[in-house]
Structure formats: structure tokens, C-alpha cells
Antibody, heavy 125, light 106 residues
């Protein structure tokens, strides 16, 4: 069955960097887009980034562009989120989620059909 | 930036119909999706853009969209439906979530 599992969270100090990982299994990984979505404690969902099938096409939330980098390795069924210069407000549960589309440049006609359990990143001094 | 507006909370009695709205500029010209999130769990897609349900989602969940508003309707609401609900759409090539609505069934 479709499975997404995030890892790499933990407690880090402001200004440091961290890489989160999303391991996928149970489907033809290279045929799907993968998103990162985060949720600060007690708050709502915030979209972070998407990477499409070809490891090249990617988009970011404007507020995070420049500090966060999404990448994927189709040979390993992995998606990564590199987070740099972390701030206290980056504290959140980070989820990866599957997009049923191989690629759509916007106006995608499908929601995110599978989510991982999330990994908690805490940025604190 | 593009914003989606949801009411913070909605209350419904068991067996009644719950309606949760999501408003955004020209939302009727976009696709909108709804997610359910229970405490300590990951979000779960409950409706596709056309209101159809993913496999395993009960028939009591339906979605519609018109004008600037998307609506999630839960018919015959059950206590197990108590959760946070989020709408989602696309703005050009980026994703937007609504702020979420806490549905209370009592």
C-alpha cells in the first residue's frame, strides 16, 4: 500500500540547518509529485513546497523561498527538504504528501491523496 | 497573495447536516479540495474538486463550488466527524490552504 514516512526532525537552535526526509513506498514514485506541508503547534496547515516527477520542476511558498530547498532522488524513492537559517517560527510538524499528478503547473485537479505521519521540528535556543 | 477564508468553528447536532464554507476570489473558477484532520493525525482528503469522494470516504461527505465559495456538506453528521476541516486550492503554481474550521458535533 501507499506509504510515506518522514524523518529528520528534532530540536535545533535558531540559525542552524536541517534536512528532512520523506521515504516513499508502495507506488510508482517517479510518476507522482510530492509536497511538503507544515503545521505549527495548534495552528493550521501551511504549504511549503512541491517537486514534480522529473526532479527538476519545483515550486515554493513565497515566504520560504530562499531558505528551504526541496529535492528528490527517484532512484531511492526519497524526497528531501533542506531547511537553512532556521527560525523559532519554523517550529512545526512537517508532512510530506502525494500529488496524484505527474506534473501540473497550477490548477491541478486532484488533492493530496496520501500523507505521512509527520516529523516534528522544534527550533529553540 | 491568495487567501481562502473559513469560519473558525461550526457546530452541528448528531444526525443533522453540517456545512463548512471556504471563500476566495474567483474560487469558482478553480479546483477546491477538502481535508479532515483529527487530533494527532495527518490530514485526510475527503473530497475531490468535483465533489466526488476518494475511496473509503463515506457518502455523507460531499463538496460543491459556486461563485467565490466552496462548501463541504456532511449529511447525517456523526460524532466521529468531529475534526478540523481545511479547504485547499491552487494559486497559479502554488498551493493555498484555508485557515481551517473546527467542527463540533454535540
Amino acid at each position: 500500500q501507499v506509504q510515506l514516512v518522514e524523518s529528520g526532525g528534532g530540536v535545533v537552535q535558531p540559525g542552524t540547518s536541517l534536512r528532512l526526509t520523506c521515504a516513499a513506498s508502495g507506488f510508482t514514485f517517479r510518476s507522482y509529485g510530492i509536497h511538503w506541508v507544515r503545521q505549527a503547534p495548534g495552528l493550521g496547515l501551511e504549504w511549503v513546497a512541491v517537486i514534480w516527477y522529473d526532479e527538476i520542476k519545483k515550486e515554493y511558498a513565497d515566504s520560504l523561498k530562499g531558505r528551504f530547498t526541496i529535492s528528490r532522488d527517484n532512484s531511492k524513492n526519497m524526497v528531501y527538504l533542506q531547511a537553512n537559517n532556521l527560525r523559532v517560527e519554523d517550529t512545526a510538524v512537517y508532512y510530506c504528501a502525494r500529488d496524484p499528478n505527474t506534473y501540473c503547473g497550477g490548477g491541478c485537479n486532484s488533492g493530496f491523496d496520501s500523507w505521512g505521519p509527520g516529523t516534528l521540528l522544534t527550533v529553540s535556543s | 497573495s491568495y487567501d481562502l477564508t473559513q469560519p473558525p468553528s461550526v457546530s452541528v447536532s448528531p444526525g443533522q447536516t453540517a456545512s463548512i464554507t471556504c471563500s476566495g476570489d474567483r474560487l469558482g473558477h478553480k479546483y477546491a479540495f477538502w481535508y479532515q484532520q483529527k487530533p494527532g493525525q495527518s490530514p485526510l482528503l475527503v473530497t475531490h474538486h468535483d465533489g466526488k469522494r476518494p475511496s473509503g470516504i463515506p457518502e455523507r461527505f460531499s463538496g460543491s463550488i459556486s461563485g467565490n465559495t466552496a462548501t463541504l456538506t456532511i449529511s447525517g453528521t456523526q460524532t466521529v466527524d468531529e475534526a478540523d476541516y481545511y479547504c485547499q486550492t491552487w494559486d497559479r503554481s502554488t498551493v493555498v490552504f484555508g485557515g481551517g474550521t473546527k467542527l463540533t458535533v454535540l
